[in-house]
């Protein structure tokens, strides 16, 4: 009888301490050669695969980025079936001659709304990061990827959504991709109640007085889950 205790209790700490699986992912180890769900946009103007380019010797997403003085953004856009989303974590590198890139991104919602995140931040290295909205220039504190490096992008919502729009006029480059429909004031919705996210705008920007300029540089990613 005890022996079988112990078993149930071992049993039933272990659902308890399962781990958490992603409800929609992209490793781009699939035998197909599709991209499927992703597109560039702006100064992020192809993509294709990298054989053996992995953090783990497997193949990955391979972004090739040309920054100019008036397409300082590099989109990479990720399109799936809507999903109820609170997580999201993005791996990538960018090569070593890519100094003060900064990483960012928003997504929408079906309903029509946008969602910005907090960018990419690493210890005290920050910088003052503009953002133009509908509601004017706002400031978000950002770190540059350190060059040469896999990093991981991990964010949850709503805590680290930095600011929210509705369908709105506003300077900011994914406004001419995505359409925004009629929204609602959701910033203090939790995860749970928002409406399901159908694409994420993954974000590469570097200031304007960035020395890529005219450089033909290639990002990679090799793992994308939304959980």
Do not use: C
């Amino acid at each position: 009888m005890k022996h079988f205790l112990f078993i149930y209790a071992l049993l039933g700490w272990v659902s308890v301490q399962a781990v958490e699986l992603p409800v929609w992912f992209d490793t781009f180890e699939s035998q197909q050669k599709s991209l499927a769900g992703w597109q560039s946009f702006r100064a992020l103007y192809r993509l294709e695969f990298e054989e053996d380019g992995s953090f783990t010797g497997g193949r990955a997403l391979k972004a090739k980025v040309r920054f100019l003085p008036d397409q300082r953004e590099g989109i990479l856009i990720w399109r799936f079936p809507d999903v109820q989303m609170h997580r999201f974590r993005l791996r990538v590198k960018v090569p070593q001659e890519a100094r003060e890139v900064y990483l960012r991104m928003v997504t929408n919602d079906t309903k029509g709304d946008a969602a910005f995140f907090k960018p990419w931040t690493s210890g005290d290295a920050l910088t003052d990061l503009p953002l133009d909205t509908a509601d004017g220039q706002k400031i978000q504190s950002a770190s540059p990827l350190p060059a040469g490096e896999w990093v991981t992008y991990d964010v949850t919502m709503p805590d680290d959504v930095f600011f929210e729009q509705k369908k709105q006029k506003a300077n900011h480059p994914v406004e001419e991709f995505a359409l925004m429909n009629a929204g609602r004031d959701s910033l203090n919705l939790s995860a749970e109640s928002r409406p399901a996210t159908e694409a994420f705008f993954i974000s590469f920007v570097v200031p304007d007085d960035s020395p890529l300029f005219g450089k033909d540089l290639e990002f990679l990613v090799d793992l994308a889950e939304i959980y």
